[in-house]
């Protein structure tokens, strides 16, 4: 069990768990998700920590498919400008590694924003504390166990 679980099941939060095995020569932790288990990317997603210019900590939830954008995240923070937190202040902060981040059971609660994609769907998947483990559940229980908002906070990285 993880934090991520042991908050869920503390609630009685429904959700599932799906688990792989990670390869450590994966290029994308999100995309290895999508191809081990066979998952639609976009629905998908990956906890990104930010940090704003006064120093605070913020977390993202964007499809694995997508790429945060960091002027609109900034805008519905209402901070003047947003960048990617360093990889060992969002460990020490979340309590997890990179690429195991989960938006839920972290160390410390920091202030979150879902992509308004996912409510597009009943189900969605983060990561549930590790690499290999996955957590499907609703996005307006994400939302509430996380204390979210949901806003347009991803741009297409294809086009």
């Known amino acids: 069990m993880t934090p991520a679980t042991k908050q869920l099941k503390q609630y009685k939060v429904p959700f599932e768990i799906l688990q792989y095995h990670h390869d450590i020569n994966a290029s994308s932790f999100g995309l290895?998700?999508?191809e081990k288990l066979?998952?639609?990317?976009?629905?998908v997603f990956k906890t990104?920590?930010?940090?704003?210019?006064?120093?605070?900590?913020?977390?993202?939830?964007?499809p694995v498919?997508?790429?945060?954008?960091?002027?609109?995240?900034?805008?519905?923070?209402?901070?003047?400008?947003?960048?990617?937190?360093?990889?060992?202040?969002?460990e020490?902060?979340?309590?997890?590694v990179l690429g195991?981040?989960?938006?839920?059971?972290?160390?410390?609660?920091l202030k979150t924003v879902i992509d308004k994609?996912?409510?597009e769907f009943d189900k969605i998947y983060v990561s549930g504390g590790r690499r290999g483990l996955e957590?499907?559940?609703?996005?307006?229980?994400?939302?509430?166990m996380c204390r979210a908002t949901f806003a347009v906070i991803s741009i297409d990285i294809t086009s």
Do not use: H, W
Request: aromatic share 2%.
């Open 117 to 119: 994609r996912a409510q």
């Open 38 to 43: 066979s998952l639609k990317a976009d629905q």
């Open 65 to 90: 498919n997508l790429k945060l954008n960091l002027k609109a995240i900034a805008k519905t923070l209402k901070i003047k400008k947003a960048k990617m937190a360093d990889a060992k202040r969002v």
């Open 48 to 62: 990104l920590v930010i940090c704003s210019d006064t120093d605070e900590l913020f977390v993202a939830i964007v």
């Open 32 to 34: 290895e998700v999508v």
């Open 92 to 96: 020490t902060s979340t309590g997890y």
């Open 100 to 109: 195991g981040v989960s938006p839920l059971g972290q160390k410390r609660s």
């Open 135 to 144: 957590i499907e559940l609703s996005p307006i229980d994400l939302a509430k």
